[in-house]
């Protein structure tokens, strides 16, 4: 971890009552609110600077088995039977889409005719209970690595969890597709780094995987940033 450094700022005030500020800073790191701390007639906050670690597949391994890291997997459930780290707990940041609304049955067929068909990814929504779910298995000082499979969902899991509280979490960079075999000891009908494969990737090899990478990712992009993907979708020209 990179270095680290304190210093503190006050605040004071004719009364005689100050507000004083303890920041931990390192890098790449955002405040969260601490606990107010009595000291001699004055208010003091702590603030500390939480960071989110992005490491490559091997530190990660050495975070779990050296630092007492828990794996938090945050996939979806078929990617997650498929295979996963021995051990870890798992809750999904997206649930399968069950609704029934006009507007979500012509997604879910868009989405079963291309992402679904060629990685045989659900059509999903977001967890509304993810976060109160990792709090009722992990207090917010718990260390957890969290795991997704190529990296996008574990960096946002990351941030809800770091805004909610949470102070030592870490991730893969890349995901797990980027996990060499025997890193992990896993379980599962496959390997962890092909868990993330399915439909017709599976059958025609290569072609498929780089048109299924690039709908995934288009899907995941119009998941993430829906603004962003409108004002795109508005720049292509019509008639």
Not at 71 to 99: G, M, T, Y
Request: net charge positive; hydrophobic share 40%.
């Amino acid at each position: 971890m990179a270095g680290t450094a304190f210093s503190t700022s006050c605040l004071s005030s004719s009364s005689n009552l100050g507000t004083c500020w303890l920041v931990l800073k390192t890098h790449n790191a955002r405040a969260v609110p601490g606990k107010l701390l009595p000291g001699n007639g004055r208010r003091r906050m702590a603030l500390i600077k939480a960071e989110v670690k992005y490491v490559n597949a091997e530190k990660a391994k050495e975070l779990v088995e050296a630092d007492g890291y828990t794996v938090l997997d945050v996939r979806d459930k078929n990617q997650f039977e498929r295979a996963h780290i021995k051990s870890c707990s798992h809750v999904p940041l997206f649930v399968e889409n069950k609704d029934n609304d006009p507007g979500t049955i012509i997604k879910r067929q868009l989405h079963n005719n291309f992402s679904g068909l060629f990685y045989g990814l659900p059509f999903t929504k977001p967890n509304p209970e993810f976060v109160q779910s990792v709090k009722s298995q992990f207090p917010p000082e718990s260390k957890l690595l969290v795991v997704c499979q190529e990296g996008l969902r574990s960096a946002a899991a990351a941030s809800k969890l770091e805004a909610a509280g949470f102070e030592n979490i870490a991730c893969i960079t890349s995901g797990l597709q980027t996990v060499k075999p025997g890193t992990f000891d896993s379980v599962g009908s496959t390997e962890l780094e092909n868990a993330g494969k399915a439909g017709l990737v599976t059958i025609q090899g290569k072609i498929s995987t780089v048109l299924g990478t690039i709908l995934v990712c288009a899907y995941l992009f119009i998941t993430f940033f829906p603004d962003q993907a409108e004002k795109l979708f508005q720049l292509v020209p019509t008639g």
